[in-house]
């Protein structure tokens, strides 16, 4: 049996939940049925207060470690990056998409490049991670224009949020897929020596009640609602710690820093029991060390990983009603809204009853199974590269007809 050549996508590389768990499906494919190469637009992002190039992302330097290639677009990338793609950017994006069978786009952004007329056609899945399409600026007017041409065959949502809100923006519904997040469960455990040794590190007594936050610096995780109730958790509980990781977490961030000064005026003694981690290779280490993965969110989000992630190490979620995060803590945390006084004291709450939590959370560990996940998107590449011998007709009205498949919904 030949192989599957597969091609994903991406805008660029940077810290992110949704790169992550790209980048684990592309590994976790490669190398069976299925061959599996990477092209980004951009060779080095700017985000989050951070100039990043692609060869030093933590994503890029996994999969190239497994044998995937990864090429860049454009090598220099940037904040001067044209939106606009010269010649000599089509004709290569023309030579990878004609060497591979089934194209992934890493959320709707990468559909610019791929609508662009002369391409190979080569059937496209996207890749879909948020819960809000009407606020991806032009990504969500491409995602309808590769529908109605009937180059997108497959669009993967990773939760039901995410499906329900592109449905809505008038993607068909025959076309989605709702394949759930999940996480690698032999990395992400409960671990005393990592929660022991981290706390060590930090300086962190052993009983203290601790509260994680894993987000890069953006708008929607709603930085300085996090930081409001942080200020009321440390002033409750002279014990109490704060953890704070992600791209831009870090002193640098003149935008951090500035939400920091407002949340602690008149307090800033606090700040002493807050970290300031920035981007980590050992989040399960540092989950492990936490009682509480917090979540503030205000838009966006769908079945966040750094809920995921922390669950699986045994802190116990505490998360606003956005996407499927009711969902997601459902039995394991708690639901708060969107108000610092009831998020420290949901902080408070959880960090006690982490023991009681933990039997729910060890039982939820194979519904969050990686494992399962990366085959149901196998299934997914395997259905649609099958299927592509039978054409697309262009949808009519933002319709696609003819697909003979109905919304199918895959085990995580």
Not at 28 to 41: E, N
Not at 69 to 91: C, N, Q, Y
Not at 199 to 212: D, E, F, H, Q
Request: proline fraction near 7%.
């Amino acid at each position: 049996m030949n192989e599957l050549r597969v091609l994903s996508i991406y805008e660029g590389f940077f810290s992110g939940g949704a790169r992550i768990l790209h980048s684990d499906v592309v590994r976790g494919l490669g190398g069976g049925t299925q061959r599996h190469a990477v092209l980004s637009i951009e060779g080095e992002m700017h985000r989050e207060a951070t100039r990043q190039p692609m060869s030093e992302d933590a994503c890029y330097r996994a999969l190239t470690a497994a044998g995937v290639p990864v090429s860049a677009l454009r090598p220099g990338g940037g904040p001067g990056a044209s939106a606009a793609f010269t010649r000599r950017e089509l004709a290569a994006t023309a030579r990878a998409t004609a060497a591979a069978d089934v194209i992934l786009s890493l959320k709707e952004q990468p559909l610019a490049l791929l609508n662009q007329a002369g391409l190979p056609y080569r059937p496209v899945v996207v890749c879909l991670h948020r819960s809000d399409p009407e606020n991806q600026g032009p990504a969500l007017d491409a995602l309808r224009a590769a529908v109605a041409s009937g180059r997108v065959r497959a669009c993967v949502c990773c939760a039901e949020s995410t499906r329900a809100a592109y449905v809505a923006a008038g993607i068909p519904a025959e076309l989605t897929h709702v394949i759930p997040n999940g996480v690698d469960l032999l990395r992400f455990r409960p671990d005393a020596d990592a929660r022991a040794a981290v706390r060590a590190s930090l300086g962190i007594p052993a009983a203290a009640p601790v509260t994680v936050f894993a987000a890069r610096y953006a708008g929607m995780k709603n930085v300085p609602l996090f930081l409001r109730a942080a200020r009321i958790f440390l002033d409750r509980d002279p014990d109490a710690r704060v953890l704070m990781c992600g791209a831009g977490m870090t002193a640098a961030n003149p935008e951090l820093a500035a939400d920091l000064s407002a949340a602690f005026a008149g307090a800033p003694g606090l700040l002493r029991r807050l970290s300031l981690l920035g981007v980590r290779h050992d989040m399960e280490a540092v989950y492990a060390a936490a009682d509480v993965v917090a979540l503030t969110s205000s838009s966006g989000e769908a079945a966040p990983l750094c809920l995921i992630e922390g669950m699986m190490c045994g802190a116990v979620p505490v998360a606003t009603d956005v996407g499927d995060c009711a969902d997601l803590v459902a039995g394991h945390g708690f639901l708060t809204p969107a108000e610092p006084g009831p998020i420290a004291l949901a902080w408070s709450r959880a960090a006690a009853r982490a023991a009681d939590f933990a039997p729910a959370l060890a039982a939820a560990r194979e519904r969050f199974s990686q494992t399962r996940m990366i085959a149901a998107y196998g299934a997914v590449i395997e259905q649609v590269h099958r299927d592509a011998a039978r054409p697309a007709r262009p949808a009519r009205g933002g319709r696609t007809r003819g697909r003979g498949t109905a919304p199918a919904r895959h085990p995580a």
